[in-house]
């Protein structure tokens, strides 16, 4: 019999909470019948919007739980005062091996302290990084950090650059993945100081394909697999691409519109265009893990909709029989060793 995956639900986070959150953890569910879906926010909320689907009730839970934690509060007062929250109470499962994972659209701020002071980190890890997958011309490439650990030491880049590696390797099927790190040219000497006395740390790796530089410019067009920076770097990475991409395919979609000779180009080009523009939703390859926790915490955008909440949850089946925390403990071991 296979194994299930039991992930809880921030049902109230996120700025379409919490019907396109629900809908899109049911589409899980329905997609995969390993996956059991436990709901996490207020009872009555939630079960009122359920009947509106349809859905097998053995892999849906609701999970009471009577407070919201909004966007603009304090992220530590509101993990440590709202005990009852949607997003502590999930995090609370997780910890207790109730679920194995949680997928959350709510504060950026009260998931990166809950992950670390609720769920805890894996022993010998020093600071959890948050990875995002990333189209590029050759398909994915992981940012790690893009938000976590703004003032981050040459050794937290390192154990990012080995769970990235593990995570690519395991999670999107890419071998020996390629790392680099990011930096304003391609020469060694180059970088600020934490760059500088990261990179020969990087090249001693032996459990690593470490190729060197990365400069931002390169970013889009696949050249690393895994991309390691501190987290207000990735962060600056992160928002750019999503802007420059959103712009790009207004103006194409605009310039399509344009005239009578363009929409009838749009036409014929269609089939091939809605392929490629997909490929740039960051609503089509699901949340942000944040790795190094003694269990899964995947934060997607506050602006998620059903589709990425979906591949959100569906990525955390993945992620488990993967055995992705079992693989970076074993990495620690042998980089103790």
Known sequence: MDEKVIVAVDAMGGDHAPYEIIKGALEAAQENEKIIVKLVGQEEVV???????????DQVQVVD???IIETEEPPVNAIRKKKDSSLVVAMNMVKNKE?????SAGSSGAILVGGQVIVGRIKGIERPPLAPLIPTSKGYSLLVDCGANVDARPSHLVQFARMGSIYMENIVGVKNPRVAIVNIGAE?????????????????CTDINFIGSIEAREVPNGYADVIVSEAFVGNVILKLYEGVGGMLLSQVKKSLMSSLRTKIGALLIKPALK???KQFQADEYGGAP?????????????SAKAVEVKNSVLQCLTFKEQKINEKIKENLLMERS
């Open 47 to 57: 079960k009122k919007h359920l009947e509106d689907f349809t859905y097998r009730e």
């Open 188 to 204: 060694e000497e180059k970088g600020n100081a934490l760059v500088k006395e990261t990179f020969p740390l990087l090249k001693a």
């Open 275 to 277: 392929k490629t523009l």
């Open 290 to 302: 944040l790795l190094g926790l003694n269990g899964l915490v995947v934060k997607t955008h506050g």
């Open 99 to 103: 679920a194995d994972a949680l997928v």
């Open 65 to 67: 739980a009577r407070e």
